[in-house]
């Protein structure tokens, strides 16, 4: 079945270093990915998106990488702060309100 | 504002008892959805609904059950509930694909 998944459960990093988080999914049709951002007890958090017709998208202090060749995202993180602490999720679709396929997520921990 | 809200926040039942989880949004969305999160785990779906009156399964239904009878409203129902149902319950709406989620339900059954 269709499966999205992380690569590391747990990423350390210093504060001020840049993150990568790296997501790999199973469906060629998937067209749109989202990375979500999950603080302890909250709901998870909308970052960035970004749709198949695309290799990258940017926001502020985040960037997604998208390459469909290896069915491959990543989530990099500018100058990570210690606000930047949470569990990181990336999830895909492949029809519009569709059902979100979700990854386990990765766990970031900022070193002050 | 106030977007996707749940209530209650916490809540804890006994082996067969039932309960239903509030969900309603205020962006006049038409996808709903229904998730639940296992410690350490992704969010697995449960329910989903594209509509007022139409509601499908998701990937983990068994044990659950919604209705959707206006476009702000989405309650979750579980009956006769068990121990495996004790998990963290989220609520979504979504426009087009970029889901919203609430705060969250925290369940336990014992």
């Not at chain 1, 985040?62 to 390459?67: F, H, S």
């Not at chain 1, 949470?86 to 309100?97: E, I, S």
């Not at chain 2, 702000?72 to 989620?101: G, H, I, M, N």
Request: net charge neutral.
């Amino acid at each position: 079945g269709e499966s999205v998944g992380l690569h590391l459960p747990t990423l350390s990093v210093q504060e001020g270093d840049n993150s990568i988080i790296n997501c790999a999914y199973s469906n060629s049709a998937s067209d749109y990915f989202i990375w979500y951002k999950q603080e302890s007890g909250k709901g998870p958090q909308f970052i960035i998106d970004i749709r198949s017709n695309m290799d990258k998208r940017q926001g502020q202090r985040v960037t997604v990488l998208l390459n469909k060749t290896v069915k491959h995202l990543s989530l990099q993180i500018a100058a990570t702060q210690p606000g930047d602490s949470a569990v990181y999720f990336c999830a895909g679709t492949y029809n519009q309100g569709g059902k979100l396929i979700f990854g386990q997520g990765t766990e970031l921990s900022v070193k002050p | 504002n106030a977007g996707v809200t749940q209530t209650p926040k916490f809540r804890i039942l006994k082996i067969g008892q039932s309960m239903t989880l509030q969900c309603t949004q205020d962006m006049n969305h038409n996808y709903m959805y229904w998730y639940r999160q296992d410690p350490g785990m992704g969010l697995k779906l449960i329910y989903y609904s594209v509509g007022a009156g139409i509601t499908d399964k998701g990937e983990v239904p068994n044990g659950y059950n919604v209705s959707r009878s206006t476009t702000e409203d989405f309650p979750l129902r579980l009956e006769l509930a068990a121990p495996s149902q004790t998990s963290v319950y989220f609520c979504a709406s979504s426009y087009a694909d970029t889901q919203y989620f609430g705060p969250g339900t925290r369940l336990t059954v014992l």
